[in-house]
């Protein structure tokens, strides 16, 4: 099991490019989070995600950001027209279907997206 | 929504000391309360978590608490080693939420001294 998977692990985008963030899941896993984390500070929750719904995007900024996590492939977290404000590492997490709540949910590396 | 409070900002303690890292929270509904660890640059890991219905737990080194009625749960780390530096996170569960989705404290940059 290779974990969850996040790359790229390094994105540099100029202001008013996109960015385009992908996270793979740990396999047997149907659950995503993405958190964001500002330098030296905690992560904060974006957006809960399972299999083509969105749950919970309560976290999510209500312009330029949009995430999806299709029936085949990867988790995308999406920001247009990126500003600098927008620099941060990016984690997404995943955890497992079953109804049994409250067990651990797994980080990917993370992406470090700079804007310049 | 949960909110979390976490001090110290940052602690430093003697090789062979024990670090003590403090939080409360705000939401009683909230039954999950996790520990991570992150070095720098590197993912978050979970190295210890509680649930409501446990008030402390031990791992090796490594001990949580939790007071349910003061709203507030500690990380003790005993004979510290300079490979414990890293930055804490404490996490809450919040209201009827499907783990996961978690509430973290600001962090505790730990530097143990050799």
């Known amino acids: 099991n290779a974990g969850v998977m996040q790359n790229p692990r390094h994105l540099v985008r100029r202001r008013g490019q996109e960015a385009r963030l992908r996270c793979s899941p740990m396999k047997g896993h149907s659950h995503v989070y993405w958190y964001r984390q500002l330098p030296e500070e905690g992560l904060k929750f974006m957006v809960y995600l399972q299999k083509e719904n969105i749950i919970d995007e309560s976290g999510m900024p209500k312009e330029r950001f949009s995430a999806e996590f299709p029936k085949e492939g990867p988790s995308i977290l999406r920001i247009q027209q990126v500003v600098r404000g927008d620099s941060a590492a990016y984690f997404c997490?995943?955890?497992?279907?079953?109804?049994?709540?409250?067990?651990?949910?797994?980080f990917g590396q993370g992406t470090r997206l700079t804007v310049v | 929504g949960e909110n979390v409070e976490q001090h110290p900002s940052t602690l430093s303690v003697q090789e062979g000391d024990s670090a003590v890292i403090k939080c409360t929270y705000s939401d009683s509904a909230s039954n999950y309360f996790p520990w991570y660890k992150q070095e720098l640059g590197k993912r978050p890991q979970l190295i210890i978590d509680i649930r409501s219905n446990v008030g402390e737990k031990k791992d090796q080194r490594i001990a949580v608490t939790l007071n349910k009625t003061a709203k507030h749960f500690s990380l003790h780390i005993t004979e510290t080693q300079p490979e414990d530096s890293a930055v804490y996170f404490c996490?809450?569960?919040?209201?009827?939420?499907?783990?996961?989705?978690?509430?973290f404290g600001r962090g505790t940059q730990l530097t143990v001294w050799p």
């Open positions: 997490a995943s955890s497992p279907t079953q109804r049994d709540l409250n067990t651990e949910a797994f």
């Open positions: 996490a809450a569960s919040g209201r009827g939420s499907t783990l996961g989705r978690l509430y």
